[in-house]
């Protein structure tokens, strides 16, 4: 059994910053791909970032280039997204993922196997 625990969401005005952590328990990362989505209110889940756990490879949205930065800490099996620069259209619930399988970074929901209950990310103008 895998879970994935988010932490750090929270209310900010614009132009401040969050750190969002992901606790991930349950089984060894060492092969998977990490992620973090994102839904904002009324649209679909959408992807933000991805980290390769072995060989770090790294890829990111559009929206996230520049103002956001995914890492992890493999001694502590924790996911993070430092964003900055935050917008009102960054408001959304984000998730983070793992597709244990995965040889290369998918940006679609499908490929994920695993994913944390969300946390609430709100930025106000």
């Known amino acids: 059994q895998v879970q994935l625990v988010e932490s750090g969401g929270g209310l900010v005005q614009a132009g401040g910053s969050l750190r969002l952590s992901c606790a991930a328990s349950?089984?060894?990362?060492?092969?998977?791909?990490m992620a973090w989505f994102r839904r904002a209110p009324g649209k679909e889940r959408e992807f933000v970032a991805a980290?390769?756990?072995?060989?770090?490879?790294?890829y990111y949205a559009d929206s996230a280039k520049g103002r956001f930065t995914i890492s992890r800490d493999n001694a502590k099996n924790t996911l993070y997204l430092q964003m900055n620069s935050l917008k009102p259209e960054d408001t959304a619930v984000y998730f983070c993922?793992?597709?244990?399988?995965?040889?290369?970074?998918?940006?679609?929901?499908?490929?994920?196997?695993?994913w944390g209950q969300g946390t609430q990310v709100t930025v106000s103008s």
């Open positions: 993922a793992a597709d244990v399988l995965a040889a290369i970074i998918a940006t679609t929901v499908g490929p994920y196997d695993y």
């Open positions: 349950g089984r060894a990362f060492s092969t998977s791909i």
């Open positions: 980290i390769a756990w072995r060989t770090s490879d790294i």
